[in-house]
C-alpha cells in the first residue's frame, strides 16, 4: 500500500508524520500500515503521531512501534459515544489539540 501511493516521496521535506487508525490495538502491531508508516518514517529520522479512534496498547508497544505519540480521540464510554454522534467534531477536536502539541511555539 505505502509503495502505492508513493509514500517514501511524500515524506520528502517533512517534519512530523501523522497516521490514523479506527482501533490502535495488538492487531495493529502486526502488518497493519500504521506501523509500516511508522517503520518508513523511522528511516528518515521523522516522529510518527497517531490519532486513533481508541488506543488499546499501552506506551512501551507504540514506543517499540516507532510512534513517538499516540492519542485516542475516544477514552471513556461517554466519550466513545460522543466520537460516534458527532465523529468528525470529535476527530477534528483531537486532531488540533495534538497539532498544538506537535506544532513549535510562535
Known amino acids: ?18 497516521t490514523g487508525e479506527g482501533a490502535f490495538d495488538w492487531q495493529s502491531l502486526h502488518g497493519k500500515v500504521t ?3 511508522a517503520q518508513r518514517a523511522a528511516a528518515r ?3 510518527v503521531v497517531l490519532i486513533a479512534g481508541q488506543v ?13 505519540g499516540a492519542y485516542a480521540v475516544a477514552e471513556t464510554a461517554e466519550q466513545v459515544a460522543a466520537a ?8 477534528a477536536d483531537r486532531a488540533a489539540r495534538v497539532a ?3 506544532s513549535p511555539r510562535r
Open 45 to 47: 529520522a521523522l516522529p
Open 84 to 91: 460516534m454522534a458527532d465523529p468528525v467534531g470529535t476527530l
Open 1 to 18: 500500500m505505502l509503495d502505492a501511493v508513493g509514500f517514501d516521496d511524500l515524506l520528502l521535506g517533512a517534519d512530523v508524520v501523522v
Open 56 to 68: 488499546l496498547v499501552g506506551r512501551r508497544e507504540t514506543m517499540g512501534a516507532g510512534i513517538s
Open 35 to 37: 506501523v509500516g508508516v
Open 100 to 102: 498544538r502539541t506537535w
